[in-house]
């Protein structure tokens, strides 16, 4: 089993839908969950990080913990045809330290 | 906000080269890492530093080394280019998660 699990893709949805990336993870004590978006040839970007159970909202993007199950999601409201990337979800493991362990990303379309 | 900065953004070096790449950050942070991004594998941890002159190996360490002299030079090396070095390689600090840098595509022919 890999330690964090994502979809690979792609998933397709239409401008101004919401779009739900979801990512699991094998390590029961991780304490720190961070969504990344990486547009093709570029570098990943920090788009926010989330550490308690529940949901946290930033604008349009909502991270959702659930520890218990183990996953933790991305939703992306009013999803706009820039939202289009690969989205990373990443996982600080218990006792890893500062690193981070990475998903292999899912692949957003949005469609107009 | 953080800069990482990679000194170079497309290489193309030969088989049994040795090649460096470098990192420089402007935000005094200790962390630093690289990571290789291949299709279907997605990022994998080679090296990392928490400080001056420490490093620590990351999932694949095989066929690198790295170099960290100063605090805000974090640099990776490829002792011997194979062609299965060909790959994105991605420096990060580490402040409120990772900041990377913009990447380097390296193609060993």
């Known amino acids: 089993q890999k330690e964090v699990e994502q979809n690979s893709g792609p998933l397709s949805v239409p401008e101004g839908a919401i779009a739900s990336l979801n990512c699991t993870y094998s390590?029961?004590?991780?304490?720190?969950f961070f969504w990344y978006r990486q547009y093709s040839g570029k570098s990943p970007e920090l788009i926010m990080f989330i550490y308690s159970n529940g949901d946290k909202e930033d604008g349009r993007f909502t991270a959702q913990l659930n520890k218990a199950s183990q996953y933790v999601s991305l939703l992306i409201r009013d999803s706009q045809p820039s939202d289009s990337a690969t989205y990373l979800c990443a996982v600080r493991l218990t006792g890893g330290g500062n690193k981070l362990t990475f998903g292999t990303g899912t692949q957003l379309k949005v469609e107009l | 906000d953080v800069k990482v900065t990679q000194s170079s953004r497309y290489l193309v070096k030969r088989t049994g080269e040795k090649v460096f790449l470098e990192c420089v950050q402007d935000?005094?942070?200790?962390?630093m890492f690289w990571y290789r991004q291949d299709p279907g594998l997605g990022l994998r941890l080679i090296y990392f530093?928490?400080?001056?002159?420490?490093?620590e190996k990351g999932d694949i360490p095989e066929g690198y080394s790295v170099s960290r002299e100063k605090k805000e030079r974090f640099s990776l090396i490829l002792e011997s280019a194979s062609t299965n070095q060909t790959s994105m390689y991605l420096c990060?600090?580490?402040?409120?998660?990772?900041?990377f840098g913009s990447g380097t595509r390296l193609t060993v022919v």
């Open positions: 935000m005094d942070h200790e962390n």
């Open positions: 390590d029961r004590g991780s304490q720190s």
């Open positions: 530093s928490y400080d001056v002159k420490m490093k």
């Open positions: 990060a600090t580490r402040g409120y998660g990772y900041t």
